[in-house]
Nanobody, 123 residues
Framework: QPQLVESGGGSVQAGGSLRISCVAF????????MGWFRQAPGKEREGVAF???????SYADSVKGRFTISRDDAKNTLYLQMNSLKSEDTAIYYC?????????????????RGQGTQVTVSS
């Protein structure tokens, strides 16, 4: 059973940066769609960033220009670089993976999900 393990979350002040990682076990991150979702307290889970099997990326409007999704095939790891963080970015961030090369944007379209890592941005 493939597993996704996130790390790198923490607390940072507004305007700061953080990079979170997702290591895949039993799953190859290249050639398939992977994404990051987040869920803030009292809010619905939302898609943040996606990278498909052709390395095409897409972002939620709220993070466009501030966040960058990438992957390292040699390390079998997905990353999310977060810059210019805002208090509204505070959430649990989840890594998700699909067997498809093309990306959906709904949580239900991703077969494998990580446990999440907390990101807290203080103003």
């Amino acid at each position: 059973q493939p597993q996704l393990v996130e790390s790198g979350g923490g607390s940072v002040q507004a305007g700061g940066s953080l990079r979170i990682s997702c290591v895949a076990f039993g799953y190859t991150v290249s050639s398939a769609c992977m994404g990051w979702f987040r869920q803030a307290p009292g809010k619905e889970r939302e898609g943040v960033a996606f990278i498909d099997g052709y390395d095409t990326t897409s972002y939620a409007d709220s993070v466009k220009g501030r966040f960058t999704i990438s992957r390292d095939d040699a390390k079998n790891t997905l990353y999310l670089q977060m810059n210019s963080l805002k208090s509204e970015d505070t959430a649990i961030y989840y890594c998700a993976a699909s067997w498809r090369g093309s990306c959906g944007t709904r949580w239900s379209q991703f077969t494998y999900r990580g446990q999440g890592t907390q990101v807290t941005v203080s103003s």
